[in-house]
């Protein structure tokens, strides 16, 4: 869900602290494929406003060299037709360490952590550059509070320096979101 990552240099220029994300060391890039619905994410990301809801993350045709389809779609808030972009994955290993990018553009170092994931509900998402990037993604459009909680507790476990006040409200997911078929989605 990123465009790019800056160096570590930009983020120490900015006062950041970036937390070191622990390495998987089993992830399953198939199990991952597949639909995800943003239940939060930060303030301000500059590439997704803080207005845009039922936003989604589609991963499809994951090939045997680790490269993946991205599309992402979201609504505005006045819940017209779902919008979106597509661009590359790449998740080279088990590490769930990624590189994500969108209009052609190269990344260099991994841009998209996978923090932990039962692949099945919930998956949380981080990368640190200039700022600080948090997803909390799940497999069903609406959620449970304690499943909320749940992806909170695993981010304020491994993720220290994380300042969680600039978390937006939680995404609008549901009833009146015009959602991309999944024929769309995964093709």
Not at 38 to 55: A, I, K, P, R, Y
Not at 61 to 86: E, I, K, M, Q, Y
Not at 103 to 122: C, L, M, Q, R
């Amino acid at each position: 869900m990123d465009y790019a990552l800056a160096s570590f240099d930009s983020a120490a220029a900015s006062n950041v602290v970036c937390d070191t994300v622990t390495k998987m060391t089993n992830f399953d890039g198939a199990a991952y494929m597949g639909v995800w619905y943003e239940q939060d994410h930060v303030v301000n990301q500059g590439f997704q406003l803080d207005s845009w809801t039922c936003t989604q993350a589609k991963y499809s045709n994951l090939d045997a060299t680790g490269h993946f389809t991205v599309r992402n779609t979201s609504d505005t808030a006045s819940f017209g037709n779902p919008f979106g972009v597509t661009g590359t994955g790449y998740c080279p290993d088990k590490s769930g360490q990624c590189f994500v990018s969108f209009f052609g553009a190269k990344t260099t170092a991994p841009n998209y952590s996978v923090v932990e994931t039962d692949y099945t509900s919930y998956s949380v998402v981080y990368q640190c550059d200039s700022k600080q990037y948090l997803w909390f993604l799940t497999r069903d459009n609406i959620i449970s509070d304690a499943l909320y909680n749940k992806m909170l507790g695993i981010a304020k476990q491994k993720l220290p320096h994380f300042d969680f006040t600039k978390l937006a409200a939680r995404d609008y997911q549901g009833p009146k979101c015009h959602y991309e078929s999944p024929t769309m989605i995964l093709q």
